[in-house]
Each structure stands twice: as structure tokens, then as C-alpha cells.
């Protein structure tokens, strides 16, 4: 039987100053992959709520949401859990302090982590950004969006 149950995301597009946006790195059971930082929505959260949430979690950054970005408007079938539809929602967002937590060089530089999931952050300059840069279908939708809305 067909899953029929619905897997909610929220990301974060950090853009710094140098016009650079913060991407995830991430391994988890030996999956690698390329995401926006973020992730599901828990049981009783908002949106909002949650990728705060996520950015204090993944980065221990506080951030502010500045605004809507996009939210997918076709089929994706969820990559994790149990499956189902996947529903993400993309916030622009700045960080409210310093960032703190390592900035990394290249991809998937997780140095000395260990263990099924590893993660790590890095920015990219928006002109440089495309769509092989990410690794999942809603994100590169995302990344050709951002490209349209640079030119």
C-alpha cells in the first residue's frame, strides 16, 4: 500500500554579505548529500519555529526569518522516513549574531567526525551557485530560482 502521509521541511537561504549562501554537507548512514541547512517539522510546531529550531540545532545560530521564499508546488516523493509527500518551504533568513560554528572549504569536510551522521557547513558564492551544487529535486529547483532572481 502507497504511503499517503506527508513529510514537511523548512530550509534556511543564509545569504551573507559576500553574496554567499550557507549549504549543509551532511552523511547520514553513508548517504552524502548537499542541502540547505534545516529540516522536518515536529508535531505541533509552526514553520517559523522550527527552522529557528533547526539553525539553533545544526549551527547553535539564532536566526531571523526575512521572508517567504518558495514552497514546492509539485510532487516530490520523500527520499527519508516512511516516505510520502514531501512538502518543503524555503525562508530567507539572517543570522541575529556572529556565526560561530566552523565554515569549511570544500565539500564534505567532516575532519574527524564519526559516527552515522556527519555534518558539515560551507558558502558558496550566489554567481558560482548551481543546480549540481545540491543534491535534492526541491532544492535544485530552489538554486534555479535564486539564479533567475540574480541575473
Do not use: W
Not at 24 to 39: M, T, V
Not at 65 to 94: C, E, P
Not at 109 to 120: L, N, R, T, V
Amino acid at each position: 500500500m502507497e504511503n499517503k502521509n506527508f513529510n514537511i521541511r523548512v530550509y534556511g537561504l543564509l545569504i551573507n554579505k559576500k553574496n554567499e549562501i550557507l549549504l549543509s554537507d551532511e552523511e547520514e548512514r553513508g548517504i552524502r548529500f548537499i542541502k540547505f541547512p534545516g529540516g522536518g517539522l515536529e508535531y505541533g510546531e509552526g514553520l517559523i519555529e522550527a527552522l529557528k529550531r533547526e539553525f539553533l540545532e545544526e549551527c547553535n545560530l539564532k536566526i531571523e526569518v526575512t521572508g517567504h521564499f518558495y514552497t514546492t508546488d509539485f510532487f516530490i516523493r520523500s527520499a527519508f522516513g516512511n516516505g510520502g509527500q514531501l512538502i518543503s518551504v524555503y525562508y530567507l533568513v539572517k543570522p541575529l549574531e556572529g556565526i560561530n560554528f566552523k565554515i569549511v572549504q570544500k565539500e564534505y569536510d567532516f575532519e574527524d567526525q564519526i559516527g552515522e551522521s556527519k555534518q558539515c557547513f560551507r558558502f558558496l558564492p550566489l554567481n558560482n551557485l548551481r543546480e549540481k551544487d545540491v543534491t535534492f529535486p526541491a532544492d535544485k529547483h530552489v538554486v534555479k530560482l535564486l539564479m533567475n532572481k540574480i541575473k
